[in-house]
């Protein structure tokens, strides 16, 4: 059976008159796995590439399927 995972997120913004605050929600959640560098993730309609990996030390590197880059840090 794969992991579960639970994403999460929040929506801020403003200006000098209005500002606004979503609050912390849930994002997605579904199962995951990793396959020769790469995750895969099933919100429900089955596994598809979510992003490339690669790690160094506490530092990961994802490359999403869309080009952007994100580097993680485990504490």
């Not at 801020?12 to 199962?31: F, K, Y």
């Amino acid at each position: 059976m794969a992991p579960s995972l639970r994403q999460v997120g929040r929506t801020v913004g403003g200006g000098p008159d209005v500002s606004g605050d979503s609050g912390e929600g849930e994002v997605a959640t579904g199962r995951w796995r990793t396959s020769k560098g790469r995750i895969e993730v099933d919100a429900g309609t089955g596994f598809k590439p979510h992003a490339q990996y690669s790690c160094d030390g506490a530092r990961v590197m994802f490359t999403l399927t869309n080009g952007d880059k994100q580097v993680w840090v485990r504490d």
